[in-house]
């Protein structure tokens, strides 16, 4: 197998996994400062501008650069960070980086139709060696082979899509080398061996990458190189990254003889696994179609629940009416709008007449899996689908029954007098073109106002297997 990577592994003091923690709570701190309202107002209008432009990794990675690098020096002269340490700066440079990247990622992150399509060749490649791949495959050392190491390896690795600045994507990489490392040098010690090289060390990480098969990671190593400050990818970094480059380059690559593998061998092995893949997907189809029909069912049977009540409700008696219907009877309803029930029992009927009733269910992915098939990797993203449809609901649920409340004449009256009132005052705040102006501006996506905290709020850094990043999960700070 050919090897690739680093010499070695020797370190810096500009090393990332040496250097401190970004101060993430500093830098929007001292953004807060009115005297930062220049930056705050720079840093908004690029993103803005940035966000507006049709997508260019090529331009898009210089500008990123040379606007971190501009604001930085800008740092540098300003009064917040006066009399401050190398170290300081370095972070106010981390946080920048930070705060810009998380909001641009939607932008900046596989931007281009054909990093989707490598993302998807390059994860279907690694499924299907995952079938067969040995470490003797790679010529990894007897000595070195050791699986619980490497799971811990994989874990930390498949991490990396959790985050969003390039910086806490590199952490994920630098941690599983690491992890590698650290094993690789535990063993020549305790056998007396030479320290291990990178020979010893990029097989392993090649393996490790294709057991983990992290989700789009052609994209996530484009978008560090691109957008990480290519005056902080140095020293230990580069060399770890340059592995991981050269791990991908040689899994994009791999044929029988890179496997020390009989073509023959190889092609019936890639094969099989082809076949085991879409046994599985068509194991996987066959779920999602009981679990539709399943879904079916239970549509019915709230459907029969749902005529059960309204029936029940039909054949009262009149005595059996609450003695204020009297009073209720003169008061007219604004509109007759159904109630939640009734919405509830309309909608479950017009899906069960849909050909196509999983599309609506798509974007609950768990709605399909059963409780073996979640990790607790997965706690997070069912807590986040579980707080969106509840305040969804509970939302739909105020409106619909607000909406469907019985007004009494003087009631509309006073609403209507309100309603008037109301129309005047906004027909005074828009009865110039001036003030139609004030309002578009107001309402524009560029809001200089408010801090850079008020925007990130929630988000965090990963868990650096070195300097101990405070972590607090958070994907988003939008």
């Not at 992890?179 to 010690?189: H, Q």
């Not at 099989?272 to 009981?290: C, F, I």
């Not at 709605?367 to 969106?388: F, I, P, Q, R």
């Amino acid at each position: 197998m050919a090897s690739g990577g680093g010499s070695g592994s020797s370190s810096s003091s500009s090393s990332l996994s040496t250097a401190p923690p970004p101060a993430w709570h500093d830098f929007l701190e001292r953004m807060s400062h009115p005297s930062a309202s220049e930056f705050v107002k720079s840093i908004k209008s690029f993103i803005v501008s940035f966000s507006n432009k049709a997508p260019d990794p090529e331009k898009d990675s210089a500008a990123v650069q040379e606007f971190l690098a501009q604001m930085e020096g800008a740092f540098r002269s300003h009064t917040l960070w006066a009399g401050s340490s190398e170290e300081e700066l370095e972070s106010a440079g981390e946080g920048l980086e930070k705060y810009v990247m998380t909001k641009l990622f939607n932008r900046a992150f596989a931007s281009l139709p054909e990093d989707v399509q490598s993302d998807e060749e390059l994860s279907e490649k690694m499924a299907l060696l995952q079938q067969f791949i040995q470490p003797e495959n790679l010529d990894i050392k007897p000595i070195f082979q050791n699986e619980t190491s490497w799971l811990l390896a994989q874990k930390e690795l498949q991490k990396i899509n959790m985050y969003k600045a390039p910086r806490d994507k590199l952490v994920c990489i630098l941690n599983c080398c690491k992890v590698i490392n650290n094993l690789l040098l535990n063993v020549s010690m305790a056998s007396d061996d030479n320290p291990p090289g990178a020979d010893d060390f990029l097989p392993v990480l090649i393996y490790v990458v294709i057991k983990a098969n992290p989700p789009r990671l052609h994209s996530n190593l484009l978008y560090i190189q691109r957008y990480r400050r290519q005056s902080r990818l140095v020293s230990e970094t580069a060399y770890f990254f340059t592995n991981i480059l050269s791990a991908e380059s040689f899994i994009w690559n791999i044929d029988a003889e890179s496997l020390s593998m009989d073509e023959l061998e190889f092609q019936k092995k890639m094969e099989s696994a082809k076949a085991h893949l879409l046994g599985l997907s068509t194991q996987s189809e066959s779920q999602r179609n009981e679990s539709n029909q399943e879904l079916v069912d239970t549509v019915k049977e709230t459907v029969r629940d749902r005529g059960k009540d309204v029936s029940t409700v039909g054949n009262q008696k009149p005595s059996e009416v609450h003695e204020g219907s009297k009073d209720l009877e003169q008061a007219q309803p604004v509109r007759n709008l159904p109630s939640i029930s009734d919405l509830e029992e309309e909608g479950a009927s017009k899906l069960l007449k849909d050909d196509q009733l999983s599309k609506y269910f798509q974007q609950y992915p768990y709605l399909y899996a059963n409780a073996g098939d979640l990790t607790t990797d997965d706690v997070e993203g069912l807590l986040n689908s579980y707080k969106k449809l509840v305040l969804m609901y509970v939302s739909l649920s105020k409106a619909a029954s607000s909406r469907s409340s019985f007004r009494t004449p003087s009631t509309l009256k006073e609403d209507s007098s309100t309603l008037k009132n109301s129309e005047d005052a906004t027909e005074e705040l828009v009865g110039n073109e001036k003030s139609k102006e004030v309002i578009k501006t107001n309402s524009r996506a560029l809001d200089t106002s408010s801090s850079l905290a008020d925007d990130a709020e929630g988000t965090v850094m990963p868990n650096d297997s070195v300097s101990r990043v405070s972590s607090v999960k958070v994907e988003d700070i939008d």
